[in-house]
């Protein structure tokens, strides 16, 4: 489960667009950020994604990529042009092989930063490979079950798109305002770029009756699948959220997008995670019903001014549960983060930025009031500190400077936290049912972690 938004200028008042998203995965699915340069390669090389090869391009561009550990592909990303895109699984009606055979999502996402200059490009390229390779390609970790077709938001600083899949058939449309999207196909028949010949397919399907206005999300969605998403509902409050801060402040920045990225679906005053259920954009696993938790997130803001020294910035977590978390600057034309051990997890508790924060995260399932206040104390600070640092001009090396030590502050701060909940023996306290305790007792003792 995921969600992504973008809001244009039209929507923010200003010379500013932004675009966040939330990927939600399996608990202990860590994601590493992996910062890869523009490379050349070989004529005729072969590519190796997920599960199948493809020809390799001359030149891939430099990318900033939040993916799941053990995954080629990426859940979100941004590349050296600006260009943005971030997914979500839909479920949709179509027959899925399950020989992964196909791209997942999150190969998609990759490929195309890897190949576009911009927006337009990026949405050439990714409905290409869609029509060329499929999407017969299992999207879970520990469920190798887990199928599904994917949505898309792509971005750059001029244009922005929605794209909603089912197999090799899509439809997109240019967003114009504000666009949030969830585990759901949304658009209807006002889609402006389709796949050949679409409708004409689907009438030969039987997906709709000759004469009948087509509709892509009636025409393709898993009702069942869909409906228990809550996607409607989770569209539904980040929208709202947007709306209420942008009135608030007369404008939306990127610090709104991070506001709206850490929202629960109950009043966060009185929030626990052991509440916690689908309806949340930062969500927290409990077990059956709920079972993704956010494990990565990202903001990136255009600025389309001329006058503006820095066009586009890009605020990652590197962590779970943005709630609990610090948005953290990245650069382009830098080399000092790249595979870096902090931003490296494996598949169980080691050194790494997003295993020592899951120590943090973990006590806050059992008393989330008391983590929360002093996590989110500090977290604001920092945060101010470095978005105030990202809007001027820099060089590549004050960049390199900035990113790095924004990184050591966070593993530093993480330290302290996690020292004054030890010490005050925060994160045990609340009453929890005996199904959630166990629920998260197996989830770390997989990890091997200790809180």
Sequence with gaps: MCDTSLATEKFTGSTRRVFAKNSDREPNEAQAILHQGRMNHPAGSLLKTTFISIPQVPTTYEV?????????????????????IGNEAVFTNLKKPKRNEGLTGMDLIRLTLERSNSAVEALETITSLLETYGQDACGGYEDSGFFYH????????????????????????KIETYYAISNGLTIESDYSYSSKSLEDKITKMGLRKKGEEFSFRKAFSDKFYTKMSHCQERRSNHETNAVSLAKKTNTYSAQNAMKVLRSHSSDDSRFEVRNSDMNSICMHATGLFTP???????????????????????????????????????????????????????????????????????????????????????????????????????????????????????????????????????????????????????QNNKAGLMT
Excluded at 150 to 164: A, P, Q, T, W
């Design 150 to 173: 994917n949505s898309f938001i792509i971005s750059d600083g001029s244009n922005g798109f929605v794209l909603e899949t089912a197999d090799k058939f899509w439809v997109a449309k």
């Design 64 to 84: 900033l990529l939040s993916k799941p550990f053990q995954m080629w592909g990426a859940e979100i990303g941004v590349n050296e042009n600006g260009v943005a």
């Design 292 to 442: 993704s938790n956010t494990n990565g997130s990202l903001v990136v803001e255009w600025d389309t001014s001329p006058k503006s020294p820095a066009p586009f910035r890009v605020f990652y977590t590197g962590t779970s549960n943005p709630c609990l978390s610090v948005f953290k600057p990245f650069f382009f034309g830098t080399k000092n983060l790249q595979n870096h051990s902090l931003l490296s997890p494996g598949s169980s508790a080691d050194g790494s930025l997003w295993w020592n924060h899951e120590k943090i995260s973990r006590r806050a399932n059992f008393d989330y009031q008391s983590v929360s206040s002093l996590m989110m104390a500090g977290t604001d600070k920092l945060e101010e500190k470095y978005y105030r640092e990202s809007i001027n001009s820099l060089t590549d090396q004050k960049k390199s400077e900035i990113q790095l030590e924004a990184l050591e502050e966070n593993a530093k701060f993480q330290d302290k936290i996690l020292k004054e909940l030890q010490e005050k023996r925060i994160g045990h306290s609340l009453w929890t049912s005996p199904v959630f305790q166990i629920y998260w007792k197996n």
